[in-house]
């Protein structure tokens, strides 16, 4: 199952709202979770069964989407939110990863 | 404090083998599937290899990419995850996390990353 993330960057401000996407290239239900990668980090989930939110992660943070296409959306962009997120699926083995895409401050 | 660290991670010749160890702690390691994800310099996450607990059989499952070539295995005696990576090639240069699953209410995710540890395929 490949995951498609768009865009695979963008640029924007603090303060605003941006949205990603996520295409699989088959249904995968609702199994997709989102995770958010600092340079020289590991990675950190943020949410999970696709509009689950994890434990401590704040609530700009949101999901959506279930079967082939899924959104994150940040709402109120923070200085820490500038970073690269991916997408993965869950549905089965081999568990695959959209390619990610990098939020940069404009 | 749950936590996951990886040692093993070297500078290997193209053709060569190498070890990679995860110990866990904090908690029931013997209660969850284990994963290895692997990131290439400047590039995204991608999924290696799978254990699944000794309820589901400690069966494995394996990317493409690395199929018959790499080996998964855990010792829930010592809560312990390695890799075994024979055959290696310059384009499994990445660094490596050993990385917890968790199923909270039927929905799966990786919840618990180690620090990774950077193997380089080099000659």
């Known amino acids: 199952i490949q995951l498609t993330q768009s865009p695979s960057s963008l640029s924007a401000f603090v303060g605003d709202r941006v949205t990603i996407t996520c295409r699989a290239s088959?249904?995968?239900?609702?199994?997709l979770a989102w995770y958010q990668q600092k340079p020289g980090k590991a990675p950190k989930v943020l949410m999970y069964a696709a509009s689950t939110l994890q434990s401590g992660v704040p609530s700009r943070f949101s999901g959506s989407g279930s079967g082939t296409d899924f959104t994150l959306t940040i709402n109120g962009l923070q200085p820490e939110d500038f970073a690269t997120y991916y997408c993965q699926n869950l549905k089965n083995y081999p568990i695959t990863f959209g390619q990610g895409t990098r939020l940069e401050i404009k | 404090e749950e936590q996951v660290v990886v040692s093993g991670g070297d500078l290997v010749q193209p053709g060569g083998s190498l070890r990679l160890s995860c110990a866990a702690s904090g908690f029931n390691y013997g209660d969850h599937y284990m994963e290895w994800v692997r990131q290439g310099p400047g590039k995204g996450l991608e999924w290696v290899a799978a254990?699944?607990?000794?309820?589901?059989?400690?069966?494995?499952e394996y990317a493409a990419s690395v199929q018959g070539r790499f080996t998964i295995s855990r010792d829930d005696s010592k809560n312990s995850l390695y890799l075994q990576m024979n055959s290696l090639k310059t384009e499994d240069t990445a660094v490596y996390y050993c990385v917890r699953d968790i199923n909270n209410k039927g929905s799966w995710y990786f919840d618990l990353w180690g620090r990774g540890t950077l193997v380089t395929v080099s000659s």
């Open positions: 088959q249904d995968i239900s609702s199994y």
């Open positions: 254990t699944r607990d000794k309820a589901n059989g400690a069966t494995t």
